[in-house]
């Protein structure tokens, strides 16, 4: 599966150096049919967990023995841990990410300041909106191209989402005091998010999960508006540092080094 392109090897790298650790982090290519081979074989080889991503990030939690609230609701696990007594345990720290990513960069925002508005609906946006909803937001807007994603996500995370029109995406950002693009759209080789920013107000603040490029059309647009904005990269960062401590046994901090170690 593609992950030559992850950055998670330059973060956990950079942090194993930094606190003098022996420890490695390696990427490693599975194909679907054998995730569960493969996870069964790993702690046998000495590993003491992995990160999962796209697409084993739904079967991970399927194969997990120990599942945390977070990660059954969003349904979707990113890290795993190799426990001593044999049993894996899942969890999803794409929200904390998300969150912690916003209290560092945008340090007065408050997620109960005004409605989020969240563009996109697949894996990385469940996470977002459950940790926006854990956060207090009052009413939390959604739309997606596949409309029946954010009713999905409306009946399993209750009232206060609201699903707009894919075709009426701008008009979700009137009032909306965070706005989040969760597609993949606006990433380099695809095409730019096309949603109206007209109704944004300049209050508000807007970040996005797409970090390759850093600033995306996007977030550009955005920023000319006035609007303070968050890039995605900080929340890379943020949803290793869990896993790192779990496995390494260090809180590692994410700093400014850390983000240059990740660009390398
Ligand atoms: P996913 O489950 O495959 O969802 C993709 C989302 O993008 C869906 O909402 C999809 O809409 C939408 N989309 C794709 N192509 C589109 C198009 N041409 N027009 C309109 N919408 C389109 O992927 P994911 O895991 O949620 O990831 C989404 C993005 O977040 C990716 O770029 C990923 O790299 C990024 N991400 C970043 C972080 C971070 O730490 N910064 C963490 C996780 C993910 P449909 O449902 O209609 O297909």
Not at 75 to 90: E, W
Not at 196 to 211: E, I, N, Q
Not at 234 to 245: C, I, R, V
Request: contains cysteine; aromatic residues 6%.
């Amino acid at each position: 599966m593609p992950i030559a392109h992850s950055r998670s090897p330059l973060i956990h790298g950079f942090w194993l150096r930094r606190y003098g650790i022996k420890g490695h982090y390696v990427p490693i290519p599975v194909m679907p049919e054998h995730l569960a081979e493969v996870l069964r074989a790993l702690p046998r080889m000495g590993f003491v967990g992995v990160n999962v991503t796209i697409p084993h990030k739904e079967a991970a939690l399927t194969l997990a023995d120990i599942v945390t609230d977070r990660a059954a609701l969003i349904g979707a696990a990113n890290t795993l841990i190799f426990r001593p007594d044999g049993k894996i345990h899942a969890d999803n720290t794409d929200g904390y990410g998300f969150i912690a990513n916003l209290r560092q960069h945008a340090p007065d925002w408050q997620p109960q300041a005004g409605p989020a508005a969240v563009i996109g609906a697949g894996g990385a946006a469940r996470a977002v909106v459950a940790s926006l909803l854990d956060g207090g937001v009052p009413e939390l807007r959604i739309t997606n191209r596949t409309k029946i994603r954010s009713e999905q996500i409306r009946s399993e995370f209750g009232a206060r989402v609201v699903v707009y029109d894919w075709a009426q995406a701008g008009n979700m950002l009137e009032g909306a005091a965070t706005v989040v693009n969760a597609t993949s759209m606006g990433m380099e080789g695809k095409q730019p998010l096309r949603v109206p920013l007209d109704a944004l107000s300049s209050g508000a603040l807007v970040t996005d999960l797409v970090y390759t490029p850093l600033t995306t059309p996007f977030l550009a647009e955005a920023q000319q508006r006035g609007c303070h904005v968050v890039d995605g990269l900080g929340m890379l960062l943020h949803q290793a540092a869990p896993g790192f401590e779990r496995w390494f046994g260090q809180r590692p901090e994410v700093d400014d080094d850390t983000r240059k170690a990740a660009l390398a």
